[in-house]
Nanobody, 120 residues
Framework: VQLQASGGGLVQAGGSLRLSCAASGRTDSLDIIAWFRQIPGKEHEFVAAIRRNTYYFNSVKGRFTISRENDKSTVYLQMNSLKPEDTAVYYC?????????????????WGQGTLVTVSS
């Protein structure tokens, strides 16, 4: 399984971005996709995940929406009302398990990061 994240960029506070995570390879077993983010010098932080339901970090609830294509090929993270504290490198991660985890070590597959910068 390969994951490719894209869609990052520079946006003003209050603006929007949509990140994409394209999956290739044996995606039929890739039931869980999550987004994490990392600020330099800090640990990866869970942002959102999708399996049958969706899961969000408290600080992004109501502002971010995770969704996926029916064929599991692509997962999106729509980010609205962006704040400077959302600035980070965003990673998508995949897991073939059955339980959604908010812990980085639970995920077997990772895409490269995409940088999101929110200016004030």
């Amino acid at each position: 399984v390969q994951l490719q994240a894209s869609g990052g960029g520079l946006v003003q506070a209050g603006g929007s971005l949509r990140l994409s995570c394209a999956a290739s390879g044996r995606t039929d077993s890739l039931d869980i996709i999550a987004w994490f983010r990392q600020i330099p010098g800090k640990e990866h932080e869970f942002v959102a995940a999708i399996r049958r339901n969706t899961y969000y970090f408290n600080s992004v609830k109501g502002r971010f929406t995770i969704s996926r294509e029916n064929d599991k090929s692509t997962v999106y993270l729509q980010m609205n009302s962006l704040k400077p504290e959302d600035t980070a490198v965003y990673y998508c991660a995949g897991d073939t398990g059955v339980s959604v985890s908010r812990v980085k070590s639970a995920y077997d597959y990772w895409g490269q990061g995409t940088l999101v910068t929110v200016s004030s």
